[in-house]
Nanobody
Framework: QVQLVESGGGLVQAGGSLRLSCAAS????????MGWFRQARGKERELVAA???????NYADSVKGRFTISRDNAKKMVYLQMNSLKPEDTAVYHC???????????????WGQGTQVTVSS
């Protein structure tokens, strides 16, 4: 079993940066594809960024060039560096783990509780 705990959310002005962290437990962390989803109020949840167990990455078009996902298997951590933040990035961000081999994260096995990111204009 894997437990995920996010941190690093907060309030930032447009154009600013935040780094989200996700601490994972479990012995098989390195075998999971990991990702960050977000859900804004009144909107559906969307995959923002993902990284496979082998290090391949995938980004939503809306964040390409601004967000970077990375992982440290030794520390069992996943990060999301968010730069040039926009008000439309405001959402609850969830860390997710998927035992699949790709970066689509269609069958998430574990979710974190989420961390709020608010970008003011």
């Amino acid at each position: 079993q894997v437990q995920l705990v996010e941190s690093g959310g907060g309030l930032v002005q447009a154009g600013g940066s935040l780094r989200l962290s996700c601490a994972a437990s479990g012995r098989t962390f390195s075998m999971y594809a990991m990702g960050w989803f977000r859900q804004a109020r009144g909107k559906e949840r969307e995959l923002v960024a993902a990284i496979s167990s082998g290090g391949r990455t995938n980004y939503a078009d809306s964040v390409k060039g601004r967000f970077t996902i990375s992982r440290d298997n030794a520390k069992k951590m996943v990060y999301l560096q968010m730069n040039s933040l926009k008000p439309e990035d405001t959402a609850v961000y969830h860390c997710a783990a998927d035992r699949g081999s790709g970066t689509a994260l269609r069958d998430v096995d574990y979710w974190g509780q989420g961390t709020q990111v608010t970008v003011s204009s």
